[in-house]
């Protein structure tokens, strides 16, 4: 069973459009909750990370907005560049040691 | 600083064979961990340890073993290889472990015939 579920699987956004993943948990143990972009050939590397005690994190053009009631969280990235061409992974963890990851969207920004 | 290396980059091998994927961080971080890539899945946990001597098992653990007897390595042995452990393997580490950022090598690729 998918701990944390992501939409969509692919997204095509214009150069300087708002870029939009969503993901969903149900388990109400997580309380770290962070965003992964991925190269092609390259291991994921942090973008951004938010705890449960904030519903918002602004890191420059990317944004986490964060629903605790509902337990959706999502990453909007603000003028899209085509260099933000890559697959974004969403995850969440708790105490246990184990990060839980969604399926990954792979974002195309078109010049 | 290199970080989290992993070797080899490109395996192949044939069905029941072993292997032993390597992973080593030169950062102190007593967190490391492996996780498999495949295609709709997203990434998987298949085991990981806070501390040289302490593993434990992640999401998808049977077919793997994991030993960790210095801090800085944490390979991944493959006893008897499948196809369906055709994946990309990723390993990753962190300082502490829970919420805290990791640290991701740049994978193998695991081809099983």
């Known amino acids: 069973q998918q701990q944390v579920k992501q939409s969509p699987q692919s997204l095509i956004v214009q150069k300087g459009g708002i870029s939009i993943i969503n993901c969903a948990y149900e388990?109400?143990?997580?309380?770290?909750f962070p965003w992964y972009q991925q190269f092609p050939g390259k291991g994921p590397a942090l973008l951004i990370a938010?705890?449960?005690?904030?519903s918002e994190k602004k890191e420059g053009r990317f944004t986490i907005s964060f629903n605790k009631s509902a337990k959706q969280f999502s990453l909007h990235i603000m003028d899209s560049q085509p260099g933000d061409s890559a697959t974004y992974f969403c995850?969440?963890?708790?105490?246990?040691?184990?990060?839980?990851f969604g399926t990954g969207t792979s974002l195309t920004v078109i010049p | 600083n290199a970080g989290v290396t992993q070797t080899p980059k490109f395996q192949v091998l044939k069905t029941g064979q072993s292997m032993t994927l390597q992973c080593a961080q030169d950062?102190?971080?007593?967190?490391m961990s492996w996780y498999r890539q495949d295609p709709g899945m997203g990434l998987r946990l298949i085991h990981y340890?806070?501390?040289?001597?302490?593993?434990d098992q992640g999401e998808v653990p049977n077919g793997y073993n994991v030993s960790r007897s210095t801090t800085e390595d944490f390979p991944l042995r493959l006893l008897s290889a499948a196809p369906s452990q055709t994946s990309v393997y990723f390993c990753?580490?962190?300082?502490?472990?829970?919420?805290?950022?990791?640290?991701f090598g740049s994978g193998t690729q695991l081809s099983v015939l």
């Open positions: 990753a580490s962190s300082y502490r472990g829970r919420s805290e950022k990791l640290f």
């Open positions: 388990n109400t143990a997580f309380d770290y």
């Open positions: 340890s806070v501390g040289a001597g302490i593993t």
């Open positions: 950062m102190n971080h007593e967190y």
């Open positions: 995850a969440a963890s708790s105490a246990g040691n184990q990060f839980y």
């Open positions: 938010i705890r449960p005690d904030v």
